[in-house]
């Protein structure tokens, strides 16, 4: 017995492991499909004990895969003793599988033999790990079910219900598949074909949708802006070096003030000094930026959002985005959601950050309800860096559809994390954005995935990762709001909430008509 319990944790985290392929190559959407169909098989015959331990294994697994690019953030560039940053790599996949262990608990707890509800269940359960996942502690959402069926005939549900709307309904498919094919062996329920007919319903349901009756279009047509987005391609372990920064400086007011383009976009701190900094080490440097894009923005030239650092050490700063106009400098976005231990140092964890070699490690944050930057009658809505992993946050800018963003555009360091699948999972997370709001998403990174993203979540201009140079495209700006954009804007992401206690507390018992008197 306790060799098979053992084989059975050495497969769940196998499976977990072996899915998260899905998050980098998106042709391979089924195997989370089939990797969670797995667990749920195992659960479904396991004590709550066990199942607890199937998910928690599962878990870790599945998050260590994702998100063991952590390590390099912490050992190369935090300059963490590689021991104590792969511990630490472990130790947050094994807190953030503790959500899922609770739920499969609870699954095997709920188990009554009814396939309708148990499959409910199993989803509800899965749908409420991923919100805690996403929500608690403030959240890290990253390789969420959902995200993997970017490319998948599930991704036309985006615009409906979102990326954990997406994940549940995969789980749904995954528990409905085994609890229909255990009755129909048993020779007591649903008959294999029937079985087959309903999974290939589920999942090439919404494809033939799309394909038949045409993709919804929630979303109209705005203007068309020619962008150049900048990617400066510079190591972050070099990013703040001395003898480095006149040149990396020198490159991006170049690429700035020499494009040809109604919109300029350069990446998280591609300025990365405070401006009291900047002045000391490049005099008249950002009046010259000032200068050039007023002039020449009057002249029906190019704006520019440009990422930089603002504030001093003394007040505080702020991680931000500064836009450049015939208005000056006056706009400006201050990064909202802030990264744990490289933008904020949570209570009582002071110890573990002063080990690192993280400068700027201790942002202020910015204000929750940002405007829009205006570039010819679109509305740019900037988000920082993994900001775009939180859906349910910019939904808070579409509350209003008459100034809500028409463009998003992200500018992103994923340099923090190397040459690793980091890149490509960003790449993901921002095209399941799109989807979700209908709104075209402008990537401008320092070491890739520099791209557009048109509204239907389609990459449609890219550089290549790992070098430097302008990636210059069109844009096509949207307007209206879809499904998802109006519930999530007025109540964030508390209808799933709903939902999910809805399943999770399904009754056990058969509801029987009372006899007539």
């Known amino acids: 017995m306790k060799r098979q319990t053992a084989a059975r944790l050495v497969c769940a985290a196998a499976v977990g492991s072996l899915q998260t392929v899905a998050w980098v190559h998106t042709a391979a959407w089924p195997l989370?499909?089939?990797?969670?169909?797995?667990l749920a098989w195992q659960v479904g015959r396991a004590t709550p004990r066990q199942a607890a331990a199937l998910g928690w294994v599962f878990g870790c697994a599945w998050f260590g895969a994702g998100t063991w690019w952590l390590f390099i953030s912490l050992h190369r560039y935090g300059q963490l003793p590689a021991p104590l940053a792969s511990g630490a790599v472990l130790l947050l996949s094994s807190l953030l599988a503790l959500y899922l262990a609770l739920a499969m608990a609870w699954v095997a707890r709920q188990r009554s033999g009814r396939p309708l509800?148990?499959?409910?269940?199993?989803?509800?359960?899965?749908?409420?790990?991923?919100?805690?996942?996403?929500?608690?502690?403030?959240?890290?959402?990253?390789?969420?079910?959902?995200?993997?069926?970017?490319?998948g005939p599930l991704a036309l549900l985006a615009p409906w219900i979102g990326v954990y709307g997406i994940g549940a309904w995969v789980a749904w498919v995954a528990a409905?598949?085994?609890?229909?094919?255990?009755?129909?062996?048993?020779?007591?329920?649903?008959?294999?074909?029937?079985?087959?007919?309903?999974?290939?319903?589920?999942?090439?349901?919404?494809?033939?949708?799309?394909?038949?009756?045409?993709?919804p279009e929630f979303t109209q047509p705005g203007q068309t802006l020619r962008v150049a987005l900048l990617q400066t391609n510079v190591a972050q372990d070099e990013k703040f070096a001395a003898e480095r920064l006149p040149e990396a400086l020198a490159w991006v007011a170049v690429a700035l003030t020499s494009a040809r383009a109604e919109l300029v976009l350069a990446p998280e701190t591609a300025v990365p000094l405070l401006p009291d900094q900047l002045a000391d080490l490049a005099p008249g440097y950002w009046a010259g930026l000032q200068q050039h894009f007023g002039r020449h923005a009057a002249d029906g030239g190019a704006a520019a959002l440009v990422g930089v650092p603002l504030g001093s050490l003394r007040q505080g700063y702020t991680n931000s985005v500064v836009g450049l106009s015939a208005a000056g400098s006056d706009y400006r976005y201050d990064k909202v959601h802030l990264v744990p231990f490289g933008e904020f140092i949570p209570t009582g964890f002071r110890w573990f950050t002063e080990m690192m070699s993280i400068p700027l490690g201790d942002f202020n944050r910015g204000s929750i309800d940002p405007p829009s930057f205006s570039v010819r009658g679109e509305r740019i809505g900037p988000n920082i860096c993994y900001e775009d992993l939180f859906g349910e946050e910019l939904a808070?800018?579409?509350?209003?559809?008459?100034?809500?963003?028409?463009?998003?555009?992200?500018?992103?360091?994923?340099?923090?994390?190397?040459?690793?699948?980091?890149?490509?999972?960003?790449?993901?997370?921002?095209?399941?954005?799109?989807?979700?709001?209908?709104?075209?998403?402008?990537?401008?990174?320092?070491?890739?995935?520099?791209?557009?993203?048109?509204?239907?979540?389609?990459?449609t201009a890219q550089l290549a990762p790992f070098t430097r140079g302008v990636l210059d495209a069109t844009v096509q700006g949207r307007h209206g709001l879809t499904p998802f954009a109006r519930w999530s804007a007025a109540a964030g992401l508390w209808p799933l909430w709903a939902l999910a206690a809805l399943g999770l507390t399904w009754p056990r018992t058969r509801w029987v008509k009372p006899p007539a008197r």
């Open 32 to 38: 989370p499909v089939l990797a969670i169909a797995w």
């Open 117 to 151: 509800r148990d499959s409910t269940v199993f989803a509800a359960a899965w749908l409420a790990a991923e919100l805690a996942r996403g929500v608690f502690f403030t959240g890290f959402p990253w390789v969420a079910t959902g995200y993997s069926q970017v490319d």
């Open 176 to 215: 409905g598949l085994v609890q229909g094919a255990a009755q129909a062996r048993s020779g007591t329920g649903w008959p294999r074909w029937l079985v087959a007919s309903v999974a290939l319903t589920l999942l090439a349901g919404p494809a033939a949708w799309s394909q038949w009756g045409g993709t």
């Open 396 to 459: 808070g800018r579409f509350a209003d559809a008459a100034s809500a963003p028409s463009i998003l555009a992200n500018v992103s360091n994923i340099g923090w994390f190397g040459d690793t699948i980091a890149v490509a999972q960003h790449l993901q997370i921002s095209r399941l954005r799109s989807l979700e709001f209908q709104r075209p998403m402008l990537r401008a990174t320092n070491t890739g995935a520099t791209a557009v993203i048109d509204h239907r979540g389609v990459v």
